[in-house]
């Protein structure tokens, strides 16, 4: 399903936006490897793959010195007032809150006010829905944040106000309406790369292919803007950490002879010779579980593993790399893809309507802007609830025995049109 609905093309629901920025900062890194911040123009080119028109946004931005004056926090602070500007300028609103260094450096700087003020915007806007002075349909929060949960429950339930919590992980688990962002959605949110840098899933199978190669590649030290060194690889500008830490000045020939975990997303473990051994398995995945996990068959253990994935991917049958957690090591993280299943490629999101439902109570549905039909795995809380006629996002699954494709709703059910 790699078709987007034509829905997308000419949003129909009318959506007020509170972005907590700082946590989309950290979804964009998580999911695509590389941190954005959002604009308002990305906000809108994300949400618009849901149908959803965004006609007023408030982001949540540290502006105001908080605490004692540090080199850092004055520099964070200079760039997060340029940021708040080009959002106003953007015809955004910023709630402004403080940035506060404790001037540890291995503790990080500390947003204050900024979740209240978040909380604070979805109450009023809720007020200004419900008494219609606003013509917003719904409210959507770009956060994975669970300390704006009360004042979502609140419009929720005493003013009957439509709420959806959007993030690119956990929110589906929560009670109330909630949108799980996809790469396609992370790739817009996060607005155009700065670089070449690959994103997201190639970066994942750029990673593995790297760890698989028996030769070495080129690697550059690489300074970020806040002077933390790392290691980079020449063309495709992977992540790396030398073995044993570190980096090495220059560009070297080095070999991917472990993968990193100790980060959001995969990082290559570098060293002047080739691996002798290490954690990292090769498997294929069997089926997908749910939204967020797969099982993967590993050749020499027995039982298949479960292990938690971005939304979409990878689809069944494709071949992938995984590597034990250092601090867990029964469980297993997710490195990337090798070869993609035959005839079954990852999938963007779509946007159904249910026609009706199969005698295992999944849904039955008709893809938006297609004339294709698709079997859905419908949230557990609309199992019992969903109607024909009621909307979700989906993404692609599996291909059934019969060429049936089966997905899952990755939101909960959509406003009508």
């Known amino acids: 399903m790699t078709t987007t609905s034509a829905a997308a093309a000419s949003p129909s629901i009318d959506v007020a936006v509170v972005v907590d920025t700082r946590n989309m900062h950290g979804a964009t ?12 123009a990305s906000v809108k080119s994300a949400l618009s793959l849901y149908d959803m028109n965004v006609v007023d946004a408030a ?8 605490g004692r004056s540090t080199p850092r926090r004055d520099a964070a602070l200079q760039r997060n007032d340029a940021y708040a500007r080009s959002l106003e300028a953007s015809g955004a609103r910023v709630l402004r809150g403080m940035l506060q260094d404790w001037n540890q450096a291995d503790v990080p700087m500390q947003e204050k006010k900024v979740d209240v003020l978040c909380a604070v915007e979805v109450v009023k806007l809720a007020i200004q829905i ?20 009360p004042a979502i429950d609140m419009a929720r339930q005493e003013l009957d106000v439509p709420v959806y919590a959007a993030a690119a992980r956990s929110v589906h ?3 109330g309406s909630w949108i799980l962002l996809g790469e396609d959605a992370v790739r817009q949110l996060g607005g155009p790369p700065s670089n070449t840098a690959l994103l997201g899933e190639a970066r994942r199978t750029a990673l593995a292919l790297e760890y698989l190669s028996p030769n070495p590649s080129p690697w550059v030290c690489h300074i970020a803007a806040n002077g933390q060194k790392t290691m980079r690889s020449v063309g495709s500008a992977l992540s790396g950490v030398m073995q ?3 980096t090495m000045p220059g560009t070297n020939p080095l070999y991917c002879v472990g993968i990193d975990t100790s980060e959001l997303f995969p990082r290559a473990i570098l060293s002047t010779a080739p691996a002798t051994g290490g954690q990292v398995l090769s498997g294929r995945v069997h089926r997908r579980k749910n939204v967020e996990e797969v099982t993967v068959q590993v050749p ?20 992938v790399l995984l590597v034990e957690d250092s601090r867990n090591p029964s469980r297993h993280i997710y490195v990337g893809t090798v070869a993609q299943s035959p005839g079954l490629a990852a999938s963007n999101i779509g946007l159904v309507t249910l026609i009706g439902k199969t005698r ?3 849904g039955y549905a008709s893809l938006e802007g297609t004339p294709d039909k698709v079997i859905v795995k419908l949230p557990l809380e609309e199992v ?31 406003p009508k049109r």
Not at 59 to 66: E, L, M, P
């Open 29 to 40: 890194g998580q999911v695509l490897g590389i941190p954005n911040l959002p604009s308002m």
């Open 59 to 66: 982001f949540g931005v540290a502006t105001d010195a908080g």
């Open 130 to 149: 419900a008494i219609k002075q606003s013509t917003c349909r719904a409210i959507v929060v770009l956060s994975a944040d669970k300390d704006l949960a």
């Open 173 to 175: 688990q929560r009670e």
């Open 244 to 246: 044993g830490g570190g």
């Open 300 to 319: 020499g253990i027995s039982k298949n593993l479960t292990v938690k994935t971005p939304v979409g991917y990878p689809v069944p049958q494709a071949d």
């Open 360 to 362: 295992k109570g999944d």
């Open 384 to 414: 019992d609830t969903a109607i024909p006629g009621d909307r979700f996002a989906v993404v692609l699954a599996e291909r059934l025995n019969n060429s049936q494709r089966l997905t899952w709703a990755v939101s909960s059910k959509l």
